[in-house]
């Protein structure tokens, strides 16, 4: 598919997805290589928060293991024994949440694999509760990876360094660095020295900005570092003062017209 092509379908498939506000959903989550004593292998991290916002603002929700832990009074010196049914209520918790908007479209960063997403947060599922008959997955075609949209918009190369959500959000945010923002590997770090906060400000955040950042998309408005040559050609074109000059060599053209008629 040429770039045309990807681009026109990008713009058509952000626009419809984001039609009905109340049913758009943001979601990221946070995942740590500390194992519990039961997780024989230490093949899979296990989850430690997932964030979830929707459009309209309406929902603003957050699944923790620290969270958990406080409604079960576990003290923080005493969690890592318990961080298996920590998980586990988490788990059931987002399924749960799940089972009630499935119909949503769920606007994600690159959660696409069993290594990192939503794979990934089934994996854990079926570990912890041996099966999956309770299971309510997303269908495939309500997950949309926000990164494929903006690749399909201005190219693969839309921002550099390796963190393309980190860049973006610098991007957008006058060349800042925002210290909130943790990578996956300091999340895990932050979460093995049981810095729990830090991990779910720095989710919060990503979610956040992927909200911000399909609003600004919806907008024209998003800031890349780079585009593809036909992304600079359209955004040309459809600057206020192309479109007046298109207007006025209309409008002229009209009337030559006229006085040729007479």
């Known amino acids: 598919m040429g770039v045309v092509k990807e681009r026109r ?4 498939n952000l626009k419809k997805l984001t039609e009905d506000p109340s ?4 979601i990221h989550y946070s995942q740590s290589n500390t194992f519990d004593d039961d997780d024989y292998g230490n093949i899979s991290p296990i989850i430690t928060s997932i964030v979830i916002k929707s459009l309209d603002g309406q929902i603003d929700q957050q699944f923790a293991i620290h969270f958990e832990a406080d409604k079960a009074d576990i003290p923080i010196d005493e969690i890592q ?3 298996r049914d920590l998980e586990l209520r988490i788990l059931k918790a987002f399924n749960d949440f799940v089972k009630r908007h ?3 479209n769920w606007i994600h960063w690159d959660m696409k694999n069993i290594h990192f997403g939503f794979e990934a947060i ?3 599922y079926e570990k912890i509760f041996g099966d999956l008959k309770d299971y309510y997955e997303i269908p495939i075609n309500n997950k949309k990876n926000l990164r494929d949209i903006i690749e399909g918009m201005f190219g693969e190369s839309f921002v550099n360094g390796p963190d393309t959500l980190k860049s973006l959000l610098k991007c957008n945010s006058g060349n800042i660095d925002n210290n909130a923002y943790l990578s996956s590997n300091i999340e895990s770090t932050e979460f093995e020295h049981k ?3 830090n991990i779910v400000k720095s989710v919060d955040l990503k979610v956040d900005f992927i909200k911000k950042a399909t609003n600004k998309l919806i907008r024209r408005k998003l800031v890349v570092s780079n585009k593809n040559h036909y992304a ?3 955004d040309a ?4 003062i192309f479109t007046f000059i298109g207007w006025g060599a209309t409008i002229v053209g009209l009337i030559i017209g006229i006085i040729a008629l007479t």
């Open 9 to 12: 379908l990008a713009a058509s």
């Open 23 to 26: 049913k758009v959903l943001f």
């Open 81 to 83: 024994y318990s961080y």
């Open 102 to 104: 499935r119909e949503c």
């Open 122 to 124: 089934k994996h854990r």
């Open 195 to 197: 810095n729990f906060t």
């Open 232 to 234: 600079v050609f359209v």
């Open 237 to 240: 074109v459809n600057h206020p």
